[in-house]
C-alpha cells in the first residue's frame, strides 16, 4: 500500500466520539531517516492531521525529542498543540510556549550513579 493509500485507509473518529491522539513524529508519522534534517513531511499528511484536529476539536499533538521551533517547521502551516525535547518543551493556543527546567540535583546524581557504574 502507497503512503497515500495508507493515509485514506485510516479509521476517523466519528462525531461525538472522544478521542486525543499524542503522535510521535520520526518514526511514526515520517519514516526514520539517518539525517533528520532531511524529514519532509507529505502533504497528504498534513491533510489528514488537519482534518484529525478539526474532527477531534483540537484533541491532537504531536509528541516529539524534536524542538517545538523544528516541528513548527515541519507541520507548517498547521498550527497544532506540540511538544518538543520529549515534553520538557510545550507549546499550545491556549497556554502559548513553555520550557521545563530540569532537575539538575537529579540529574547529577544520575550522572554519579551512571559513571560509578560503568
Known amino acids: 500500500m502507497s503512503g497515500a493509500e495508507t493515509y485514506l485507509s485510516c479509521p476517523l473518529p466519528q462525531e461525538n466520539d472522544a478521542w486525543a491522539l499524542f503522535l510521535d513524529l520520526d518514526g511514526t508519522l515520517s519514516p526514520l531517516m539517518a539525517k533528520p534534517a532531511d524529514v519532509v513531511l507529505e502533504k497528504k499528511l498534513l491533510e489528514l492531521l488537519r482534518t484529525l484536529h478539526q474532527r477531534l476539536e483540537g484533541a491532537l499533538a504531536v509528541v516529539s ?22 515534553g520538557a518543551e510545550r507549546c499550545d493556543a491556549t497556554n502559548g510556549y513553555s520550557l521545563s527546567e530540569p532537575d539538575h540535583a537529579t540529574l547529577e546524581r544520575a550522572r554519579n550513579e551512571l559513571t560509578r557504574f560503568l
Open 65 to 86: 525529542g524534536r524542538s517545538i521551533d523544528d516541528l513548527s517547521r515541519l507541520l507548517a502551516p498547521l498550527e497544532l498543540p506540540l511538544a518538543g525535547q520529549h
